[in-house]
């Protein structure tokens, strides 16, 4: 089955500690994106991928950093300069050109 | 700046009664429109998504959605609902043209179904 998938659905970190929160994806999908998700807040684009080895800050980067060194991963790190890290992170990836988006179920990180 | 409005942050209804859930948008060209659906816990399933041709549009789940260009509007409908549809619903708008994917979402509208 295609798709994306998140791991881990829960992680745990205590401040100070960076992490890194995995996205994969065997959809063969050029693009691919990150959202921080609060509540009534809706969703937040943290960064995103058109292609492989490029990305673009979104419109909450500060804090957070990516790769993309493969087609299908996308990793996010959470870096200790995030002042609010924790929230629900969603991962998601489009075909090239196209803005339907289909998403991943999500890693949920909770910082103490 | 383009923005989406749900101006309803949480609807209750009855299973069975009919469902519109709101959705305003502001953009400055053509728009690519999207509902999406999340359950608790878990990521966002695409409900429809409009950008040219009739403008009602059919989707999963049962779901419909009208596009009112003059309002700037896209309404998500279900004529009966099912214990099964609670769930938050996500109004999202995007560009109509290759290159640029940035959606822009909506905050969200709770949806509660009494039995």
């Known amino acids: 089955d295609g798709g994306i998938t998140q791991s881990p659905k829960y992680l745990f970190r205590k401040e100070g500690q960076n992490v890194t929160l995995s996205c994969e994806q065997n959809l063969n999908h050029d693009a691919m994106y990150w959202y921080r998700q609060d509540p009534g807040q809706g969703l937040r684009l943290i960064y995103y991928s058109q292609i492989v080895n490029d990305f673009q800050k979104g419109d909450i980067a500060e804090g957070y950093s990516v790769s993309r060194e493969k087609k299908e991963s996308f990793p996010l790190t959470v870096t200790s300069a995030q002042k609010n890290p924790t929230a629900f992170y969603l991962c998601?990836?489009?075909?090239?050109?196209?803005?339907?988006?289909?998403f991943g179920p999500g890693t949920r990180l909770t910082v103490t | 700046a383009q923005s989406v409005t749900q101006p309803d942050i949480h609807i209750t209804v009855s299973e069975g009664a009919s469902l519109e859930l709101r959705c305003n948008y502001s953009?400055?060209?053509?728009?690519?429109l999207f509902w999406y659906v999340q359950s608790p816990g878990q990521g966002l399933q695409l409900l429809l998504k409009y950008f040219s041709g009739d403008t009602l549009v059919q989707g999963i789940k049962g779901f419909e959605a009208e596009f009112k260009r003059s309002q700037s509007s896209f309404n998500l409908r279900k004529p009966s609902v099912h214990w099964s549809d609670a769930a938050e619903y996500f109004c999202a708008v995007g560009p109509y043209h290759q290159g640029a994917q940035k959606l822009v979402f909506g905050q969200g509208t709770r949806l509660t179904i009494n039995p």
């Open positions: 953009y400055g060209a053509t728009p690519y």
């Open positions: 998601a990836s489009s075909l090239q050109g196209s803005n339907e988006q289909y």
